[in-house]
C-alpha cells in the first residue's frame, strides 16, 4: 500500500498529473472512490479485495475532466485501476472518450474482489467476474503495484443460468424477463455506474418522441433493460457494476454476459482487451456473416 | 397506552384472517416489502436490517394513472381513476419505516389533497415491530426517532420472550383493528416492556439536527459541495429506496391517436433533467447543486414547511449507493471545517 | 377473433433507395402479394434504430421486417455494412429475451428485384402465419388500460386526419 501512496503522492508533487482517482476505506469491508488533488492527502489511498468500483466511470464525467484545468496544472489524471477496470479504460480510449496520453494508470496484480460489501473475500464470496477472469495481469499500465496471489476458485453459476434460461420454450424466457423487470423501479443506477454508458443525454430522456416510455410499469421497465443490453452488446466489457448496484437484484450482468459470449462467437471480439482493434459496433467487415438476411 | 401480550402463534391466526378477508399483508424481506402469501413466510425478525427497498410504493406507486382521456374533433373527455380501497396491514414495519407515511402526509396534504395517497395512506394499517439492530449506517437516533418509536406505528410490538409480544395499542385505528381479535390478548405489564426498550442498543446520534438546520441555511455556497457533487453519479438509487421522498413527474402516454393516460411517476432531484426547463436552461446544472438540494430538502426546507426532518434514518440511501457517499458522514461532518465532505 | 380469419400483423422497415423502389416495381409489375405488410420507408437500413422495431412489437405487431440494399450497393456506401452487425446483435437479444428468431426477418433487395419483393412478403407472411398469434406483450400491456365506457366510444375520428384535411384545402 505505501508504493501505491508514495507513487500518487509523487505524482502530484511533481505535478504530472491533476488528481488521483482512487479508493479509500471507509470500514472494515467497504471502499469508496475517492478524487484527491492535495499530495498530502493521498494517504487515504488502499487498494485491496473491497476495491469494487470501476473508477473508469469518472474518466468521462465533464466536471472530473475539468479538475486539470482550474487548478491550472496538466490535464493528466491518474487512476487506480484493477485489471478489469482497465478494459473499461480501453473501451473508452477506443470510442474515444479519453485520450491514452492523458491518463496515467496505476493498475494492481489482481486475485480477485468480493461480490459485495461486507462479505468475507473466500471462493463462495468471490464476484462472478473473477470466477472467468484471464487478466489477473493488466494488459495497460503506467504503473505496476501488487504481488501475484492466487485467486480462489469458484463455480462459474452465471454461465449455468445463462444455459438453463437458453433451454427454456421461447415464451417462458419472455415470461422469466419480464418478471425479472417487473421488479425494476427506473432509478438509472445501472446506466450511471456503467464507464460505457457516457451519452451526454440518455435515449429515455428523450421523449419527443417517447421511443422509451419513462413509467415504471412492465412495458417501460422491459423497453428500457432491453436497449440498455442491446447498447452495450459488444461494447461490455463485463465489469458487473450494473449487477451490483441494482437495488432490484435484477440479473442484468446476465444478458450482458450472454451478448458478450455472442459478439466473441460471431466476431472472435471482445470490447477493452486490444487498443489496436477498432470497436465492434463502429466498424464493418464487407465479408461478415450474410446468413441472417434473405 | 394500553398494553397487552399475544403469543406468536395468535398474531398468525389475526395475520391468517387479515389475508382470507382479502386484505393485503405486508412484511419486510431482505429486499422489498412483500405481500404475504402464507403466513408461515412470516419471519417477523427484530435483528433484520431495513430491506433494500422501503414499502413507499404500496402507498404512492412508482407508476399509477391519474386519468384516461379520449380526444375527438371538439373535445377531450376525462375518466377519473377509482382506487380500490383494500385494507393494506403492514406487519413487523420497522420504526424508521412505520413514521414514514406520516411524514408524506404533510406534503400530499399540503397546497393541494392528493387523493391518490390520502385514499391508501387511511388505508394502511401499521404494525410496528421494536428493532434491536443497527449498522453503520443506520442513525434514527439522530433525526428524533429510535429504534423502539412507536411513532407512526398504529399498533407495535416488543418481543418479551421467544413465543409471546407485547402489543402496544397507539391509535385509535390501532384500538379498532384488534378489537375483533380481543380473545387472542392478555393482559400485559408495562413495566417488562418497557425493561426490554430500555435495554435496546441504540445507534449513537451522529449528529444535532438542529445544528445541521443552521449549518445549511449559512453554507448554500459552501465549497464542500463540490468534493460531493464529483462523486455523486447522478442516479436516483438513493430517492427511490427511500421510504420519504416523495417527488413525482407527470407524463402522458397514448393509445393510440385519440386514447391514452396521464402517468404519474417517481423522479429524482439527482438526475440532470429534474430542473430543466423547456427553454434549456437548468437551474441546477451541476451534480453538487442537486445533491446540495437533496440535503437542504431533507434537513432545512421540509423543517422549514411542516415542521419534520424529511427522513426517518434507515439508511438505505447510503447502504446501497453505488459509491458509497453516506449521508449520515456528510451532514454529521458539515460544522467540521478539517473534514470535508468528500474525504 | 378466431384462429381461422385471423391475419398477421406485419411492419415492413424499407429502405428508400432499394427496398422501397423494388416495391414499387412489384407495384408496377402487378405482381401479387400478401396484404399484412404495413411499409415504413425509411433513409436507409443503417438508420433503423432498434427502438423502433421493439415499438412495433410494443404495439402489437406480430412480425417484423427489415430490408434494404444488397451489401456493397448501399446509396451512403456502408449504411447497410453498420446495420449487418447490429442486427446480428439485436436478433440474438431478442431471442434470448424471448421473441422468437422468426418474428424478426432481414433482406436484401434491389430496386430492380421486383419479384424478390413479392417473394419476401409472401415468405414472411406465411412464416409468421404459421407461428401464430404474438401474444408475450398481452400482459404488459394490460396493465394499467380501462375499457372505455359506451358513450365514449362513437367519437372516434382520427384528431390527425382533421389537420391534414385543413393544409390540404389551403
Known amino acids: 500500500m505505501n508504493e501505491l501512496i508514495k507513487h500518487a503522492k509523487e505524482l502530484l508533487e511533481k505535478g504530472e498529473v491533476a488528481a488521483v482517482i482512487g479508493y479509500r476505506q471507509v470500514s472494515e469491508k467497504r471502499t469508496k472512490p475517492v478524487i484527491i488533488t492535495e499530495p498530502e492527502e493521498t494517504r487515504a489511498l488502499v487498494f485491496n479485495e473491497y476495491c469494487l468500483n470501476n473508477l473508469a466511470v469518472y474518466l468521462t464525467k465533464a466536471r472530473i475532466k475539468l479538475l486539470g484545468r482550474k487548478n491550472n496544472k496538466s490535464f493528466k489524471l491518474a487512476i487506480t485501476a484493477k485489471p478489469c477496470d482497465v478494459h473499461s479504460i480501453v473501451a473508452l480510449i477506443q470510442e474515444n472518450q479519453i485520450d491514452r496520453d492523458k491518463i496515467h494508470i496505476i493498475s494492481f496484480n489482481c486475485h480477485g474482489v468480493v461480490k459485495d460489501f461486507g462479505f468475507d473475500f473466500n471462493g463462495d464470496n468471490l464476484s462472478s467476474k473473477c470466477i472467468t477472469c484471464e487478466t489477473h495481469k493488466p494488459l495497460y499500465y503506467d504503473k505496476l503495484l501488487g504481488e501475484v496471489k492466487e485467486t480462489p476458485q469458484a463455480r462459474d453459476s452465471a454461465l449455468e443460468r445463462i444455459k438453463e434460461i437458453e433451454r427454456m420454450p421461447h415464451n417462458e424466457r419472455f415470461e422469466f424477463f419480464r418478471s425479472e423487470f417487473d421488479k425494476c423501479i427506473k432509478c438509472y443506477a445501472c446506466r450511471a455506474v456503467c464507464p460505457l454508458c457516457y451519452c451526454q443525454r440518455c435515449i429515455t430522456d428523450k421523449t419527443i418522441p417517447c421511443w422509451i416510455e419513462t413509467s415504471s410499469h412492465q412495458r417501460g421497465n422491459f423497453a428500457w433493460n432491453v436497449i440498455r443490453a442491446f447498447h452495450l452488446s459488444g461494447r461490455c466489457t463485463g465489469c458487473g457494476e450494473c449487477d451490483r448496484v441494482c437495488p432490484a437484484d435484477i440479473p442484468l450482468s446476465l444478458i450482458n454476459r450472454k451478448m458478450t459470449i455472442e459478439a466473441n462467437n460471431l466476431f472472435s471480439f471482445v470490447s477493452g482487451r486490444s487498443l489496436e482493434t477498432p470497436t465492434l459496433v463502429g466498424s464493418f467487415n464487407e465479408k461478415d456473416n450474410d446468413e441472417l438476411f434473405m | 397506552m394500553d398494553e397487552k401480550i399475544i403469543s406468536r402463534v395468535d398474531l398468525m391466526k389475526i395475520c391468517k384472517d387479515v389475508i382470507d ?286 415542521g419534520e426532518i424529511l427522513c426517518t434514518g434507515c439508511g438505505r440511501c447510503s447502504r446501497g449507493c453505488p459509491v458509497s457517499i453516506d449521508i449520515k458522514e456528510i451532514v454529521s461532518n458539515c460544522n467540521d471545517n478539517q473534514k470535508e465532505f468528500l474525504k | 377473433m378466431d384462429k381461422q380469419n385471423w391475419e398477421p400483423k406485419i411492419v415492413a422497415f424499407v429502405c428508400n433507395w432499394c427496398t422501397y423502389t423494388g416495391a414499387d416495381l412489384a407495384g408496377t409489375s402487378r405482381l401479387k402479394y400478401p396484404a399484412n405488410c404495413k411499409l415504413i420507408r425509411v433513409m436507409c437500413s443503417g438508420s433503423i434504430d432498434p427502438v423502433f422495431i421493439l415499438k412495433a412489437f410494443e404495439r402489437g405487431a406480430d412480425g417484423v421486417l427489415v430490408s434494404g440494399c444488397h451489401p456493397n450497393d448501399c446509396h451512403y456506401n456502408a449504411g447497410n455494412f453498420h446495420a449487418r452487425r447490429r442486427w446480428d446483435f439485436f436478433h440474438k437479444l431478442l431471442d434470448f429475451i424471448g421473441i422468437e428468431k422468426g418474428r424478426l426477418q432481414f433482406s436484401w433487395i434491389s430496386a430492380s428485384e421486383g419479384k424478390k419483393f413479392a417473394d419476401v412478403i409472401t415468405k414472411v407472411t406465411e412464416d409468421i402465419k404459421a407461428m401464430g398469434q404474438f401474444t408475450s406483450y398481452k400482459k404488459m400491456n394490460s396493465e394499467f388500460t380501462v375499457d372505455f365506457p359506451a358513450d365514449l366510444a362513437e367519437l372516434e375520428e382520427p384528431v390527425l386526419q382533421e389537420s391534414f384535411d385543413k393544409e390540404t384545402v389551403k
Not at chain 2, 39 to 50: G, V
Not at chain 2, 59 to 70: A, I
Not at chain 2, 221 to 247: I, R
Not at chain 2, 274 to 303: C, E, M, W
Request: hydrophobic share 30%; glycine share 6%; charged share 25%.
Open chain 2, 21 to 306: 378477508k382479502g386484505n393485503t399483508l405486508l412484511t419486510p424481506g431482505a429486499a422489498d416489502y412483500y405481500v404475504v402469501k402464507d403466513i408461515s413466510d412470516i419471519i417477523l425478525d427484530t435483528s433484520a436490517l431495513p430491506s433494500k427497498i422501503s414499502h413507499k410504493s404500496y402507498v404512492f406507486p412508482r407508476t399509477e394513472p391519474v386519468l384516461y382521456y379520449k380526444r375527438s374533433k371538439n373535445d377531450v373527455q376525462l375518466i377519473d381513476i377509482n382506487i380500490d380501497s383494500k385494507k393494506i396491514v403492514i406487519l413487523g414495519a420497522k420504526p424508521c419505516d412505520a413514521n414514514s407515511i406520516n411524514i408524506m402526509k404533510h406534503l400530499f396534504n399540503w397546497d393541494h389533497s392528493d387523493e391518490f395517497f390520502n385514499k391508501r395512506a387511511n388505508n394502511f394499517m401499521v404494525i410496528g415491530l421494536m428493532c434491536s439492530h443497527f449498522d453503520e449506517y443506520c442513525f434514527c437516533t439522530s433525526v428524533r426517532s429510535s429504534p423502539v418509536s412507536e411513532k407512526g406505528s398504529d399498533l407495535f410490538l416488543i418481543p418479551v420472550d421467544i413465543n409471546n409480544y407485547a402489543l402496544k395499542i397507539i391509535t385509535e385505528k390501532g384500538k379498532e383493528f384488534i378489537s375483533p381479535y380481543s380473545g387472542y390478548l392478555k393482559p400485559g405489564d408495562e413495566k417488562n416492556s418497557k425493561l426490554i426498550t430500555e435495554n435496546v442498543r441504540q445507534p449513537e446520534a451522529a449528529f444535532d439536527s438542529s445544528e445541521v438546520y443552521e449549518w445549511l441555511g449559512e453554507n448554500f455556497e459552501s465549497p464542500k459541495w463540490e468534493g460531493v457533487g464529483n462523486l455523486c453519479l447522478s442516479c436516483a438509487q438513493c430517492a427511490f429506496v427511500c421510504s420519504v421522498c416523495h417527488c413525482f413527474d407527470i407524463t402522458d402516454e397514448d393509445y393510440s391517436y385519440t386514447e391514452g393516460r396521464r402517468m404519474k411517476n417517481w423522479d429524482g432531484c439527482q438526475f440532470g433533467n429534474f430542473t430543466l426547463h423547456a427553454s434549456g436552461h437548468n437551474p441546477r446544472d451541476i451534480q453538487s447543486k442537486r445533491y446540495r438540494q437533496r440535503v437542504n430538502h431533507k434537513f432545512r426546507y421540509y423543517v422549514d414547511r411542516f
